[in-house]
């Protein structure tokens, strides 16, 4: 996977006028049409656009082009439905170019569309059936996750009125994915259940890298939190305050043995160099013999 990623940086860097700029325009302004063309005309009449394998080879070729501009809004009380859609996509499609480049947005596009097609023609040619694949849902929703890895904290307002993180939405469209593509299994939809695997397969190999960062860091974290050299201080707090009611002090100094009760001008320190927590007295706190073993 990292072999993967790793080459779609170079080519990007390699072929920076590969992209398609402002692509995320040209897909709206085709959903736009495709659903003025089904309000205004009979039922399915868009159906000649939806991509069909066995269609293709009977030279309708046109289908392996058009089938992301059909957005399954067919009527005039789908209009704000299909406003709030193609804009949030075309906000997120925008912005993942200017933050990627065009080479780099069109080829993580255009490689879900691609992924999908492939999928379609071997199911369909692996079962026999006359498969139809109307629109790019899920290609969509491996663009939102995208943009949620980009920009986690970013926030929307949720029936315009409760603001949501976008890592949030994200999390629940993965169980959405998930559920998807169980439920197609299910109910024996075999490209139901393909298509949300292939459109997170496209995901990892774009993210690999920054993936595989984040993990690295969350690992390092962890392992310092565990480390013995590492002072818990919330745990040492609690710990010192058990110690301050039971003995009558709060710092006592493990080389001199004077306690704040006593001397209570006097600075006490706790090394971090020392396993477990040692208190040290300023007299001793840079000038003592460090404890290896947590006792």
Known sequence: MKKLSDAVDRFCYSHPRFGIPNLMRYIVIGNVLVY???VFSSAGAVSFLAFNWDLVLHGEIWRLVTFPFISGYSSLGDILFLA?????YYWMGSVLEREWGSA???LYYLSGLVLTLLTAIIVSIATGHSIYLYGTDYVNLSMFFAFAM????????LFFIIPVK??????FDAAFFALSSVQSLIGGDILGALLPVIAIANFFVFFWSDISERLGRQKNYVRHQNSHQTIQFKSAVKQEAKKAREQGY?????VCGRTDTEFPDLQFRYCSKCAGYHCFCEDHIY???HFTDEK
């Open 104 to 106: 780099k947005f069109t």
């Open 166 to 171: 976008i890592k949030w939405m994200a999390w």
């Open 84 to 88: 709030l859609f193609l804009y949030f």
């Open 287 to 289: 000038n003592h013999v």
């Open 150 to 157: 980009l920009y986690p904290d970013a926030q929307v307002l």
């Open 250 to 254: 709060r710092h006592k100094c493990c």
């Open 36 to 38: 003025l063309l089904s």
